[in-house]
């Protein structure tokens, strides 16, 4: 086992079974050492690979009662997206994780852990279609006149590709006004990732008064296409129906490109369901080196821990068939 404070060099030097998928991921971790440092280590264990970084967590953010803020070591990825921030056995990993020192949180596991809970579940788009008219005709009537309502208001709206140079103050106090709304944050970018990140953006404005509405930033990873952030303010909810419009042009997008799947992230979860992604768990883990927090640690998680969302959408016509 060893630890490296930095992908830079040591990335190269790795042969691992998960080398490629990781490999991939290197350009964020490197960026966010740069733009969003919190203590970032990654651990070789075989060959077993841990991502890992230091955060306070309100570990209570799934229940509507007091917070409980405290200074954690996350295992994931030091930015709130889906992945998990593993790679390897899931039972080595906790074991691996027990040993080290004070509270720990996995988070986003693929896989549940004895002992655990669930995390926040992402939504997943599963792409069978070849254009984005063949999506909206497959929609059951009363989905289809709901997303149809939304796109009367691309007549009010220019929606456009923009490059990063372009990514400015407007968008990014768009992206405040999210992270401010949001009920369970981790951490709040600066800037300079949307700014450096090479990802696709898309922005909306409306096109009598040229006023920026909102954005989404994507990013492509063989066949899947990740929605990472985006922003636009409470208020344009109603006045251009911009959330829906933005689930929809990235439907659009993925459908254009052909990807296999969308992986819309997590929340809005009636939203993304009714647009027709499916619902898909994710695990946590929590342990503190201390046996007598962990004996309370454990009792508490699975009763503190993520409910999933209750209700069946059936979205799509092929599914009254079956």
């Not at 690979?49 to 994931?76: D, E, H, R, T």
């Not at 997943?124 to 939304?150: C, D, G, P, Q, W």
């Not at 990235?250 to 647009?275: D, H, P, R, Y």
Request: hydrophobic content about 35%; charged content about 25%.
């Amino acid at each position: 086992m060893y630890t490296i404070k930095s992908l830079t060099e040591e990335i190269n030097k790795l042969h691992l079974p998960y080398n490629k998928e990781f490999k991939e991921l290197t350009p964020l971790l490197k960026l966010l050492e740069k733009v969003n440092p919190c203590s970032q280590e990654y651990e070789l264990i075989d060959n077993n690979i841990i991502i890992s970084y230091k955060l306070k967590l309100n570990l209570l953010n799934f229940k509507n009662i007091f917070p409980l803020i405290i200074y954690v070591q996350i295992i994931g990825l030091p930015v709130s997206v889906c992945l998990q921030g593993y790679y390897g056995d899931s039972e080595l990993i906790k074991k691996a994780i027990n040993q080290r020192k004070g509270l720990k949180v996995i988070l986003n596991s693929d896989s549940p852990f004895k002992g655990g809970g669930k995390t926040l579940s992402t939504f997943v788009f599963n792409n069978r279609f070849s254009t984005f008219n063949e999506y909206l005709n497959s929609l059951r009537s009363s989905y289809r006149r709901r997303i149809n309502k939304a796109l009367k208001y691309r007549d009010k709206l220019i929606i456009r590709n923009f490059s990063n140079k372009e990514f400015n103050d407007e968008h990014y106090i768009l992206y405040l006004s999210i992270m401010d709304r949001t009920e369970n944050p981790l951490e709040t970018l600066p800037i300079e990732f949307f700014r450096e990140y090479k990802a696709e953006l898309y922005e909306f404005i409306d096109k009598d008064t040229n006023e920026l509405i909102g954005f989404v930033q994507l990013k492509t990873l063989k066949n899947k296409l990740y929605f990472l952030f985006g922003g636009f303010k409470k208020e344009d909810v109603n006045k251009y129906d911009i959330y829906y419009n933005m689930l929809l042009k990235i439907i659009e997008t993925g459908i254009k490109k052909q990807v296999e799947e969308i992986e819309f992230g997590q929340t809005a979860e009636e939203s993304k369901l009714k647009i027709g992604c499916r619902e898909n768990y994710k695990y946590l883990y929590v342990h503190h080196s201390n046996p007598l927090l962990n004996f309370f640690i454990q009792k508490l998680v699975p009763i503190f821990t993520y409910k999933t969302y209750p209700v069946k959408h059936h979205v799509f016509k092929a599914e009254d068939k079956k």
